[in-house]
């Protein structure tokens, strides 16, 4: 069995879930995310933000390959490049940190340290742009496998912190101190909310 980690770009974007190809929730803000999604084309918007985020910025996501086949993948991006961030009412996302935006590994894929491989590569590229942490919204009360957030209790039972807390959306952050444990706490932090929860239960972007 091969496994190949690749960058997010234009060429391989159609390896993402076709639903998750044509999501566009934190793409774009809500009014202009429901436009799209209404009367517009969210498949070129997503399209759109991945040329423009990597050009301006960088790698923005990675892509698991099982065998040729695309098994999972994981976006992130700093807040201004992410204009649902400031919809929440925990925003803003704090100015040194990178937004986990969302995080998916196909269940028939689960279990397998696939989440272990896609962190490893967020962790190498990150540290080497010297970011000093993560910082995500969670869902107090997530229930929908379908949703684009991600649960909160996940988050906080690996080693993100509450600071700012909500009675839905708290915003939570994991520090980077340095270059080595930084790595090994976002590796064992999203290995454990990539690889540890069942498949029905597995994250789901809309």
């Not at 962790?123 to 684009?148: H, M, N, S, Y």
Request: charged share 25%; net charge neutral.
């Amino acid at each position: 069995m091969s496994r190949r980690l690749a960058n997010v770009t234009l060429d391989n974007l159609d390896d993402l879930p076709h639903r998750c190809r044509r999501c566009v929730f934190w793409e774009l803000d809500p009014v202009n995310g429901n436009r799209a999604m209404e009367v517009g084309d969210p498949g070129l918007e997503k399209e759109a933000w991945i040329s423009s985020t990597l050009l301006e910025w960088g790698s923005c996501g990675k892509i698991v390959y099982v065998d040729g086949v695309a098994a999972g993948f994981v976006l992130y991006a700093p807040p201004h490049y992410v204009p649902r961030s400031v919809a929440f009412p925990t925003s803003p996302v704090s100015a040194d940190a990178v937004l986990l935006m969302t995080a998916h590994i196909i269940p028939e894929f689960s279990g397998g340290g696939l989440g272990r491989m896609l962190v490893q590569g967020v962790a190498k590229d990150l540290t080497r742009r010297g970011v000093r942490a993560i910082e995500a919204f969670g869902d107090l009360k997530w229930e929908q496998p379908g949703a684009c957030l991600m649960p909160a209790d996940y988050l906080l039972s690996v080693g993100f912190k509450t600071v700012r807390p909500h009675l839905r959306f708290p915003r939570l952050r994991l520090e980077l101190k340095n270059a080595i444990s930084w790595r090994e706490d976002v590796e064992v932090a999203l290995e454990r909310l990539l690889g540890s929860m069942t498949p029905e239960r597995a994250l789901r972007p809309v």
